[in-house]
């Protein structure tokens, strides 16, 4: 069985001043004392290795191949946009160092100086065209600053352009509520990133991103931050709330439509069976009826990961032979899992490039939305 991780973290020398509090205890979701100071202390060393700890924590997980991104937040936790983008450029010719180092065991997700929006599509289209890299992976918002703002719309064209998926991926809030106040377990991973980041997908879908760039492609992980289980009430609440300043689409839509969901540090079958539901059983083709998990390490162990291969039930709707992404969806992620798919049913249909289970035995959705893993039993 071979897997490819898709939320996989690294980060530079340069980059690690930036990363001071956000990788606390709090922003992990763990408890204090001394065991918490050695998680982070042992998180700490594994994001800046890339031969022994990392690789060895791959082969025990059957991980085939990593997409590596910077952790957040990165640069755009950086006042001075001139300093982001030698940064950012900096930590990609770093990631593309090692890539070249490992060819057959990593690929790359761009970092990208987002204080300055023509600097960085023209460092997405670098990192695509020269490095040779899958998309980007951005880390929240740039000091405040969300990507549904009129001055990212000529990022968004070169997304568009280049065809190649963005990674949304939480950090701090720009400003901390007063609800999480004398109450440190609601930060980072536990809570506060699922808000932050769900709220600022829905201000993608509201702002009218996906109206005006329809192709673009916007990865959650997390099982989707939560929006796969709101999508009835997003569309009815949305309505009554603004009716004026609605999508010219139903949310749900939207999110079936343009934004994919990875299964990353949500290790429940449960969460996933309604995730696959909610938008849509084809998003994503099992060729067993064993389900991987693609998790963030190192943040998961490759213990964990094995138990939570197992754990999903055999009957699970959507565990279809033959697993892959659409080529029309992620086009530089899945042309490495191209060769996996030749284990599609000669019954399957095909749609988008991905085998698709025969029409009497799942009811189809609209668009391959969901993105779980790459595997070949």
Known sequence: MKKIALEEHFITAELSQYSIGQHSV???????????????????????EFDGMRLEAMDKAGIELSVLSVTTPGVQAEKDARTAIRLARAANDFLAREIE??????????????????????ELRRCVAELGFKGAMINGHSNGHYLDEESYFPFWERVQELNVPIYLHPRDPSDMP????????????????????????????????????????????????????????????????SPDKSAAKPPSEVIRKNIVITTTGVCSH?????ALSALGEEASCFRSTTLTRILASPLTSSKRRRSASRCVPKSAAGMRKGCCIS????????????AFQAGAPATASMRGGCPVAPRNLTRPSREIVVVLLFTRG
Not at 229 to 240: A, G, K, N
Not at 327 to 338: H, I, K
Request: hydrophobic share 40%; proline share 6%.
């Open 26 to 48: 709090q922003s992990m979701g763990g408890a204090g004392g001394h065991s918490a100071a050695k998680v982070s202390q042992r998180f700490a060393e594994q994001l800046v």
């Open 327 to 338: 080529e029309v969806r992620l086009p530089g992620v899945v042309a490495t899992a191209r």
């Open 270 to 274: 449960p969460s996933l069976l309604c």
């Open 101 to 122: 180092r490992h060819p057959t065991r990593y690929a790359g997700f761009a970092h990208l100086p987002l204080q300055d929006p023509k600097a960085a599509a023209d």
């Open 178 to 241: 007063q609800m999480y106040r004398d109450h440190p377990e609601l930060l980072g991973a536990t809570w506060s990133w699922t808000v932050e980041t769900g709220t600022h997908a829905l201000r993608l879908v509201f702002g009218g991103i996906f109206d005006r760039f329809p192709n673009v492609t916007v990865i959650l992980g997390h099982m989707g931050e939560t929006l796969p289980f709101l999508l009835w009430r997003l569309d009815s609440r949305s309505r009554m709330q």
